[in-house]
């Protein structure tokens, strides 16, 4: 039988922040280990081809060990290694970059330090929330490996702003929502102040209406607004200003829960990489462009066509463009690019295009830029494995990998942000 207490040394971090360790043959997992240490752990379970083991006592502890920020790490699934000096979360998200990219066979690719981006804290944040027997809300994010909610008191990742409103969020929501009900929470800290969408199980009462007309009021926020589930497009219950972000120095009205990079200091990092890598250029496509993070700034120095299928946001860059009087410098077309991705073609009006997908990357259109005579390529990606695989296409395609540049702006997360460039 095999023993329940072991005795290990944790060789390195996984992908997810765990401590990773050997045993006569066996894998362990080891939360909240760092790599070095010697600890007692307790087999607890298994996780796919490992064993789980929690930490019983630290024998030898790393001298990268820090006192962790927050009173609801270990518990919070929001951070992955509070309990590690920022020094080894950075080289560690950093393998976790090459580590994707030599999965993809590209081993030689060349990794920019990381640009530190998170001093201000996130601006944009996604909370959970479920009213409980008695009235009583629960308020944050989900526990880490199941969806049970961690009713946070403290986050240290968010903008002051945004961590002001969790309590007096928390109580607004316990006039609101009805016993076991539970709702998804989304703020944007905006120009113009808080932009908070509530996503919920059906539609307001009036009474409901009031109760968040009034949270508006009281906590100041721009907008609040409502949506069930999902299922329709978001209604504001209460605008009292404009939610607007500048792009390149151009306001945009902000529909409910815009797309944002989650710190306003790594949106002007990969802006400027990007600026530098098209320097020169005259006509550029951002595809997966959002409300214009990148297409704004562009214009000022080349024609740009943005291409989102988002309609709100697609609307929201249309209309800034139009108020901006850009001179017929930018173009906005809804496409979706999973479905319609541009090609060859088509691709061939431009001599510079930028990529910001989603988590599950650009596979189609990453294959017609292969197939392309584009001579430069920007891609932004927040998970490194769909980028490798991307890169991959675009690299088989007869492009070069001239740079990588993590942005870390993602605090103790195992998330990761990065921005490159492609050239022929």
């Known amino acids: 039988m095999a023993e329940r207490e072991l005795t290990v040394t944790i060789d390195r971090l996984g992908a997810l922040g765990d401590g990773i360790a050997g045993h006569d043959g066996r894998r362990l997992l080891v939360p909240f280990a760092l790599p070095g240490e010697t600890v007692r752990v307790r087999i607890e379970g298994r996780r796919a081809d490992a064993e789980v083991g929690t930490i019983v006592d630290i024998l030898a502890a790393s001298p990268q060990r820090v006192e962790p920020a927050c009173p609801?790490?270990?518990?919070?699934?929001?951070?992955?290694?509070?309990?590690?000096?920022?020094?080894?979360?950075?080289?560690?998200?950093?393998?976790?970059?090459?580590?994707?990219?030599?999965?993809?066979?590209?081993?030689d690719a060349p990794i920019a330090p990381p640009v530190r981006a998170w001093g201000a804290g996130r601006r944009r944040a996604r909370l959970a929330a479920l009213r409980l027997h008695g009235g009583r809300v629960v308020l944050g994010y989900h526990r880490r490996r199941d969806r049970a909610i961690v009713d946070i008191r403290a986050c240290p990742q968010l903008a002051a702003p945004l961590a002001a409103l969790v309590a007096p969020l928390r109580t607004a929501l316990g006039q609101v929502l009805r016993e076991r009900e539970t709702a998804d929470v989304a703020v944007n800290l905006t120009d113009g102040g808080l932009d908070v969408l509530l996503v919920g199980p059906r539609a307001l009462s009036l009474d409901a209406r009031l109760a968040l007309t009034a949270f508006a009021e009281a906590e100041d926020l721009a907008r609040i607004s409502?949506?069930?589930?999902?299922?329709?497009?978001?209604?504001?219950?209460?605008?009292?200003?404009?939610?607007?972000?500048?792009?390149?120095?151009?306001?945009?009205?902000l529909p409910a829960d815009a797309f944002l990079q989650a710190t306003a200091e790594a949106e002007a990092a990969m802006v400027a990489f990007a600026r530098a890598a098209f320097a020169g250029r005259k006509r550029i496509a951002d595809l997966y462009a959002g409300c214009g993070a990148f297409a704004l700034p562009l214009a000022a120095a080349a024609r740009v066509t943005a291409c989102e299928a988002a309609p709100a946001m697609v609307a929201a860059l249309d209309a800034a463009a139009r108020r901006a009087e850009l001179g017929g410098r930018l173009t906005v077309e809804r496409r979706d690019l999973e479905r319609r991705p541009l090609q060859p073609t088509e691709l061939k009006a431009f001599d510079g295009v930028l990529l910001d997908p989603p988590r599950t990357g650009a596979a189609a259109q990453c294959a017609a830029?292969?197939?392309?005579?584009?001579?430069?390529?920007?891609?932004?990606?927040?998970?490194?494995?769909?980028f490798a695989r991307d890169a991959r296409t675009l690299v088989d395609g007869g492009f070069r990998l001239t740079t990588v540049q993590p942005v870390d702006q993602f605090g103790w997360s195992h998330h990761v942000e990065l921005i490159s460039r492609f050239e022929r």
């Open 226 to 253: 409502w949506t069930p589930a999902d299922r329709e497009p978001p209604e504001p219950v209460a605008q009292r200003r404009t939610p607007v972000v500048a792009f390149g120095g151009i306001p945009v009205a």
């Open 72 to 107: 609801h790490f270990g518990t919070c699934g929001g951070c992955a290694l509070q309990q590690a000096d920022e020094a080894l979360v950075t080289a560690w998200r950093g393998a976790l970059v090459a580590e994707a990219l030599a999965h993809a066979g590209l081993r």
């Open 369 to 386: 830029l292969a197939r392309s005579a584009v001579p430069v390529v920007v891609m932004a990606s927040c998970y490194p494995p769909t």
